[in-house]
């Protein structure tokens, strides 16, 4: 076991952990942090991405004795109910979900690409998010959500 110490949403954590535990494990498993979707386990789909220090990372494959000091912030802590983020209220208006599995890591991977280009074309989005896999094909109302959040965040 080790001890880790980081900061997830905003709340710092120090825990023992077993060296070998994938951070979406223990998000999932320790912290009851359900927005992190495991599907692949492999570091492809991106259905787990959260970000780390500001940065996507897939949690899968992310080991979190290697998060030692680190800020994540899951989508549980992108926003509220009350407060949603930006990407959020845009993903609800746009109707981007349908299965819903992907769209948690779609939103982390778009909040850390707006950061990055607040003011993206619709080509610069799609290759933001062609690391990200939808099974269901809706990849267009995706992007069309990515866009309105950035119109959004542009208006405010």
Known sequence: ???????????????????????????RDRLHLTATHIRCEQGVCGACTVLIDGAPARSCITYVV???GAEVVTLEGLGTQEHPHPLQTAFVEEQAAQCGYCINGMIMQSASFLEQNPDPTEHEVKEALA???????????????V??????????
């Open 66 to 68: 290697l998060c030692q």
């Open 1 to 27: 076991m080790m001890q880790i110490n980081l900061l997830i949403n905003g709340e710092g954590f120090e825990e023992l952990v077993e060296p070998r535990t994938h951070l979406a494990d223990f998000l």
């Open 147 to 156: 866009m309105r959040a950035a119109t959004h965040a542009s208006k405010t």
């Open 131 to 145: 690391n990200n896999l939808c099974k269901c094909g809706t990849h267009a109302r995706i992007v069309r959500a």
